[in-house]
């Protein structure tokens, strides 16, 4: 009983711990998002001047159109390749800015998953479960966002985990019934 609780102690810790870094990770998230959002809507608003230096650029040869193969989609190479140079690259910076969001969001569920263990005498409790699901069914769809192949193994992952979870809940509420 007494390695037992032993054991739940450390949990706790590491789970306290894991509170203090993922909020803040979800702080430096959120804030990095909206920097980044707001770098994308000023970008966007200065286009002018910005498609100007670009077109410069290009024409003293100094940037070359192979030199920016970090843009992804049609729509966006088309932009681009119109000379709208600003929007193309706010968009992008949007979009990172949103991503970092979603980091953010699935930050904020492991929390929960932590300061629930931090709180419970065990880790295996339906709230638990409940948070994991979140976050598990989160990372996956940023996984696959960026790799169709890796998402589905990780999501195999933690299915499988997910199950251990489920059953490690099972176990604890027939011990609890058993006391």
């Not at 949990?11 to 707001?38: D, R």
């Not at 193969?69 to 979009?95: C, H, K, P, S």
């Not at 192949?149 to 509420?173: D, S």
Request: hydrophobic share 50%.
């Amino acid at each position: 009983m007494k390695e037992e609780k032993t054991i739940i102690e450390k949990i706790q810790k590491t789970s306290n711990t894991g509170v203090i870094v993922t909020n803040i990770a979800k702080i430096f998230c959120i804030a990095m998002s909206v920097i980044t959002i707001l770098a994308g809507i000023i970008m966007v608003g200065a286009s002018n001047q910005i498609n100007r230096i670009f077109e410069e650029l290009i024409a003293a040869g100094e940037l070359q159109m192979n030199d920016l193969d970090f843009l992804e989609g049609t729509l966006m190479r088309n932009l681009f390749e119109q000379g709208d140079f600003a929007t193309t690259i706010g968009a992008e910076i949007i979009a990172m800015g949103a991503m970092l969001i979603c980091t953010a969001v699935l930050i904020h569920f492991v929390g929960k998953v932590f300061k629930e263990m931090r709180e419970s005498y065990s880790p295996f409790q339906t709230s638990v479960i409940k948070n994991l699901k979140v976050v598990f069914v989160l990372a996956t769809l940023l996984i696959v966002s960026s790799s169709l192949g890796i998402g589905i193994i990780v999501a195999i992952a933690f299915w499988c985990v997910l199950h251990i979870f489920e059953y490690g809940c099972e176990l604890q509420k027939q011990s609890d019934e058993t006391l």
